[in-house]
Nanobody, 125 residues
Framework: QVQLVESGGGLVQAGGSLRLSCAAS????????MGWFRQAPGKEREFVAA????????SYTDSVKGRFTISGDNAKNTVYLQMSSLKPEDTAVYYC??????????????????WGQGTQVTVSS
């Protein structure tokens, strides 16, 4: 079994920054990609960013481009989401997820095999 544990969420003022971390543990595995998603109250879970484990190819949803950066440390089995210039509309529970096999559908929640429990990010205006 694989466990994904997010950390780094919290309360921040608009314009501020946070860095989320997602540490993978459990049985040895090599993921194809790691992704970050978020879900605000009353809304569906939406894609934020993803990174391939080999090659470090990244993708972002348009609303976070230029503000968020996803990165990974394969030696630590950890993926990060650096969030800057935060806006109140970024408020949500942020989840990390792992995809084991290659796919082109990295923005789809259903493409991922394992999920973390989520960490709350609240941006005040």
């Amino acid at each position: 079994q694989v466990q994904l544990v997010e950390s780094g969420g919290g309360l921040v003022q608009a314009g501020g920054s946070l860095r989320l971390s997602c540490a993978a543990s459990g049985r040895t595995f090599t993921s194809y990609a790691m992704g970050w998603f978020r879900q605000a109250p009353g809304k569906e879970r939406e894609f934020v960013a993803a990174i391939t484990t080999r090659g470090g190819r990244t993708s972002y949803t348009d609303s976070v481009k230029g503000r968020f950066t996803i990165s990974g440390d394969n030696a630590k089995n950890t993926v990060y989401l650096q969030m800057s210039s935060l806006k109140p509309e970024d408020t949500a529970v942020y989840y990390c997820a792992a995809r084991l096999r290659p796919t082109v559908q990295m923005a789809l929640p259903g493409a991922y095999d394992y999920w973390g429990q989520g960490t709350q990010v609240t941006v005040s205006s």
